[in-house]
């Protein structure tokens, strides 16, 4: 059996929903399936449903790059992802699935001064607060990645570069499927095309939410549903500073030598990485325009193709075999926003962007702990909602690598 194909535990499907749980999870994504089997896993708690309106990682869970680092610009930030990744480090052992963990090292290229001066402060903050990222010079990255045009195509000549040396990749639907599975095996029921339709109150309270297939009453509410979380959170009454922007991506054919590491510019806003199976991967910046359309196009294509051309001019000989979009829940700060809201009984995960794959181990073990104990841990509390109206917001823009 080759590496690709290796077997993914079971998950099991109940026929029919149940009336009532302590926790409904809306969206079976990364982030609801990790919640829901950190519930169980950790907590015990199995009175749980996940409501999937299509199916399993059928969102930006199944479409995103794969793409798991640490090194952001501030510490709450650093401190969170630094956890996750590690959580990443330790999920084959914890649930036996095999997702296909690489970890490989991320090199964040710098073309100007400013740039560099950014990538020094990064090193510095991440070294700080436990994560491992230092800089390079060209000769380093050339030796790193012999491919590399270190003059940028002639325009944007790389000045040195942070070198984040845990940055990793594993397979999204498999993280999403150890998760479903581990889950389901401790009584977690998932159901997949099972969209909420609205949410039932009571006073001032979330108690349940509206399927084609029932009312289901619900101690808690969690929306995890990635770019719809507007239209969900309008069910609440609640309007979230979240839009919601396309984010494309593209592979090629194979790529025989091999490529290693992960190579990203954020001035450029472009990265590559090469897939489990030889495919070169490529993604950039999300759309500007809002939009709920997941349709590829040519014109993000060809801008992607090239900038990333610049640097690995290789890439022009390879063909593109398929591209696609996702949606991404682009908070106003560039921040997750995780726990309560406004309303009793509903809670949100969401402002994952284009960044929230890496977060799906330490999200959802701490959105669990919070359903559990009624308390956000210290690691996201910094992450709640009400920082935008107490002004603490946690700007960090220049770490999403897509903005
Ligand atoms: C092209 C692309 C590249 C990316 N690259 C990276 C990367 O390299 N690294 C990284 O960390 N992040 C990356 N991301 C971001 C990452 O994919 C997301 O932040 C993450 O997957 C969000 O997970 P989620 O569980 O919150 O949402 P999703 O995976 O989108 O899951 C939400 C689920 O909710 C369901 N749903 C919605 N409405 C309802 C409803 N009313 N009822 C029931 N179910 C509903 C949807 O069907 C969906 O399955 C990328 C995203 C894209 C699009």
Not at 158 to 177: I, K, M, Q
Request: hydrophobic share 40%; with cysteine.
């Amino acid at each position: 059996m080759s590496e690709y194909t290796r077997t993914l535990l079971p998950v099991r499907w109940p026929d029919a929903q149940g009336a009532a749980y302590d926790v409904v999870i809306i969206g079976g994504g990364g982030h609801g399936l990790s919640t829901a089997y950190h519930l169980a896993a950790r907590h015990g708690i199995t009175r749980v449903a996940v409501l999937e309106a299509d199916y399993i990682a059928s969102g930006n869970t199944g479409r995103n790059t794969t793409i798991i680092r640490a090194n952001y610009g501030i510490p709450e930030a650093v401190r969170f992802y630094q956890h996750s990744l590690e959580l990443y480090q330790g999920l084959e052992s914890e649930t036996g699935a095999d997702i296909l963990h690489q970890t490989k090292g991320i090199v964040w290229m710098a073309h100007t001064e400013m740039a560099m001066r950014t990538e020094r402060a990064r090193c510095l903050i991440n070294s700080a607060c436990g994560a491992r990222t230092a800089m390079i010079s060209p000769t380093e990255l050339k030796e790193l990645i012999p491919q590399i045009d270190l003059t940028g195509g002639g325009r944007y000549p790389v000045l040195g570069a942070s070198h984040h040396v845990e940055g990793a990749t594993a397979r999204h639907d498999r993280v999403a499927w150890a998760y479903a599975s581990g889950a389901s095996q401790r009584g977690v029921d998932i159901l997949q095309h099972t969209p909420v339709t609205g949410l039932i109150h009571d006073g001032e309270r979330v108690v349940g939410v509206e399927t084609p297939g029932g009312p289901i009453a619900a101690g808690v509410v969690l929306a995890a549903v990635g770019g719809r979380i507007s239209a969900v959170a309008a069910m609440a009454g609640v309007r979230l500073p979240v839009r919601t922007h396309p984010l494309h991506a593209f592979v090629t054919n194979d790529y025989g030598p091999g490529f290693g590491s992960i190579l990203a510019s954020t001035e450029l806003m472009c990265y590559v990485s090469q897939t489990e199976r030889g495919q070169m991967l490529i993604g950039a910046e999300f759309d500007s325009q809002p939009s709920y359309s997941r349709q590829s196009s040519f014109s993000a294509l060809r801008g992607y193709a090239y900038k990333i051309t610049r640097f690995l001019p290789f890439l022009r000989e390879m063909r593109i075999l398929r591209t696609w979009a996702g949606l991404c829940d682009i908070s106003a700060d560039y921040s997750p926003i995780m726990g309560f809201t406004p309303v009793d009984g509903f809670l949100v995960t969401t402002g994952w962007g284009t960044w929230g794959f890496k977060a799906i181990p330490a999200g959802g073990e701490a959105m669990a702990e919070l359903i559990a104990t009624g308390r956000p841990p210290a690691l996201i509390a910094p992450f709640a909602l009400d920082r935008f109206r107490r002004d603490h917001v946690l700007a960090d823009q220049g770490s999403a690598g897509t903005r």
